[in-house]
């Protein structure tokens, strides 16, 4: 199983940017997939998460109203729109995934021990 994070780079706050995450080796469409991120001296923190179906989406009150996460099956892969960022979102962003159908999907989310694959993590960094 891989999932590949791609997208971060430097933006200035108030900005917008879409990160992306490419999975391989699973049945696409049976598998939740969540982006979480984590600052330097920070834990872990989860960010938002889309289950297998699409139908249900979930965010941290932190991101919420700015961030929106969606899934495009065709092309195995999950998107993070992010806008209005501030420097506060500065961190290194992971996405992960859990079987939805037989497994915990984003019933544990935010907590990250509920996802079983991770892919490396895209740094995102919001400065002037």
């Known amino acids: 199983v891989q999932l590949q994070a791609s997208g971060g780079g430097l933006v200035q706050p108030g900005g917008s940017l879409t990160l992306s995450c490419a999975v391989s080796g699973v049945t696409f469409d049976e598998y939740a997939i969540a982006w979480f991120r984590q600052a330097p001296g920070k834990e872990r923190e989860g960010v938002s998460c889309i289950s297998h179906s699409g139908m249900s989406t979930y965010y941290a009150n932190s991101v919420k109203g700015r961030f929106t996460i969606s899934r495009d099956d065709a092309k195995n892969s999950v998107y993070l729109q992010m806008n209005s960022v501030e420097p506060e979102d500065t961190a290194t962003y992971f996405c992960?995934?859990?079987?939805?159908?037989?497994?915990?999907?984003?019933?544990?989310?935010?907590?990250?021990?509920?996802?079983?694959?991770w892919g490396k993590g895209t740094q995102v960094t919001v400065s002037s």
């Open positions: 992960a995934s859990d079987d939805g159908v037989l497994g915990r999907g984003c019933s544990k989310f935010p907590e990250h021990y509920g996802m079983e694959y």
